[in-house]
């Protein structure tokens, strides 16, 4: 019998508040942060790593008679999330305690929303071979992050510069048929929330946190099959591997004629396997209860309109906007707008460029050809690049206008993105104009045609494409300046000639 599939896909994602979600604490830098679109990064937020347990006061430590308070742009990035989600926005919420036992958890407790979430019944379009499909969003909530585990030489050490940190619960409903389904929601989820700037989306750091529950049934039939739950992925891949490891493990012992337990695994990322956590009889029993120390949450449509004013352009309106506005094929379209970043950069270009006669498809070109490959080699974001959108313009009306050849408008990009300055002062500092004037370039070509007396045979002799090394003994000879189509010109009418 031939088995599919059900999938459902829990994401934990880090808010990108500068405050923890109950005291005042500075959320603590991480690198990941400088991964943040200009625009969202805040004066407070810099790289330097906090040193453990420096950002912690008796709220997020757990001290008795301490008192929560609620982080309001946290609930502000959550809504704005659900809004982005389809979702319902609930008009009364409240958090819940989930109470649970583990050295990282300091209150033996975790602040969440169980009854009550603040976003719920949503749902999100992913493409996924080939097609579109809804997939369901069950609720969007609000919770605290635990302390953090650091084990070395067999001892447990524990950094509470963590603990508290808004943490955003995504939950779909088990609405993915395929490994290829999930992977679409989990990269367009990401974008979404870096899009909207509530999340840094950078999986090293941990900022995005996955868990997935997994069943399979035959195909054809609709009855669901046993669930298996999988946790601690902390990563695209290693939810990925996960699932495809589950699906396989579950099709064998359904092959061999066993039964799926209702479990909960883990992850071994070195092993590249699940393992049994727990099984359904020591099944978690969180006994969630009101929290006592806060008050429920009114939320006001006037509040939710706000915010919904406040949304930018989704990375879906933004693709459909660029391949009907700029008449970009879909992998250009997919490129630019993967980052928000880099779809405002393209942008500005393509307004500066418009005026001067240079159209979208040669803005896009070189905004995913060259700079994204001297980003990539540089480790750069485009935000953290030196080359403005209006710079790169006005070295392509260098290039169009023959002033430099396309060597030299590479050379010139790299100069822009590492250090600055104008196209038209580097070409000038740099002496980079490109040899177009004929009469200089046909002495170069003289010379050029006197000290290869072999290759200048071989052409004469009918061996044309020898006229592509003698262009480039020009190129060479003029350190990458000359025009090339009129070096090949000039070597066409001299060697023509006699
Ligand atoms: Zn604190
Ligand atoms: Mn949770």
Redesign the pocket.
Same mark, same amino acid.
């Given at each position: 019998m031939k088995y599919e599939p059900t999938i459902g896909i829990e994401t934990h994602a880090q808010l990108l508040t500068a405050s923890?979600m109950f005291?005042?604490?500075r959320v603590p830098p991480s690198s990941g942060r400088g991964r943040v679109p200009l625009s969202h990064r805040r004066d407070s937020m810099d790289n330097t790593p906090a040193p453990p347990n420096s950002? +912690?006061?008796p +709220?997020?430590?757990g001290m008795p008679g301490s008192l929560p308070v609620i982080n309001r742009r946290a609930v502000e990035y959550v809504i704005m999330t659900g809004l982005a989600l389809n979702c319902q926005i609930a008009e009364f919420s409240k958090f819940d305690r989930k109470n649970y036992h583990y050295p990282d958890l300091v209150k033996g407790y975790q602040i969440s929303q169980f009854h009550l979430p603040l976003c719920h019944d949503g749902w999100i379009e992913i493409q996924a071979n080939g097609r579109a499909k809804r997939i369901g969003i069950h609720d969007v909530h609000l919770e605290e992050d635990t302390g953090k585990l650091v084990h070395v030489q067999g001892h447990s050490l524990i950094d509470f510069n963590r603990s508290?940190i808004p943490l955003m619960e995504i939950v779909t409903a088990p609405d993915f048929a395929s490994l290829e389904e999930a992977r679409a929601y989990v990269f367009e989820l990401r974008r979404m929330l870096r899009y909207l700037g509530v999340n840094s989306g950078n999986m090293e750091e941990g900022a995005m946190r996955f868990e997935a529950n997994i069943s399979l049934h035959p195909v054809g039939t609709t009855t669901l099959g046993t669930r298996v739950e999988v946790k601690n992925l902390n990563s695209f891949k290693a939810m990925l591997r996960a699932l495809e490891y589950e699906i396989q493990r579950q099709d064998q012992v359904l092959a061999d004629g066993g039964t799926i337990r209702r479990e909960t695994r883990g992850w071994d990322e070195a092993r590249g396997t699940t393992y049994v956590q727990r099984g359904k009889e020591q099944a978690d029993d969180y006994r969630y209860f009101p929290e006592p120390d806060l008050p429920p949450l009114e939320i006001k449509r006037e509040w939710v309109e706000q915010i919904r004013s406040r949304m930018p352009e989704l990375p879906h309106e933004r693709r459909s906007r660029f391949t009907s506005e700029y008449q970009l094929p879909s992998y250009d379209t997919g490129l630019l707008t993967e980052d928000r970043s880099v779809a405002d950069f393209f942008e500005q270009a393509v307004a500066a460029a418009r005026p001067k006669g240079i159209g979208p498809k040669v803005v896009a070109n070189w905004i995913t050809g060259e700079l994204f490959h001297l980003l990539h080699a540089a480790n750069l974001e485009i935000t953290a690049s030196q080359a403005s959108p209006e710079q790169l313009v006005e070295l392509l009306v260098l290039l169009k206008g023959n002033v430099i050849n396309i060597t030299t408008a590479k050379h010139v990009l790299k100069v822009m993105v590492d250090t600055g300055g104008t196209a038209k002062d580097i070409v000038t500092e740099e002496g980079l104009a490109q040899v177009a004037d004929r009469s200089e370039l046909s002495s170069i070509v003289d010379e050029v045609i006197s000290a290869n007396p072999d290759a200048v045979a071989q052409y004469k002799g009918g061996k044309e494409t020898v006229l592509r090394f003698l262009v480039g003994q020009v190129m060479k000879a003029t350190r990458g300046k000359a025009d090339p189509n009129l070096a090949a010109d000039l070597l066409k009418e001299k060697l023509c000639g006699d």
């Open positions: 923890k005291c005042k604490c950002l +912690v006061c +709220v997020c430590l508290g």
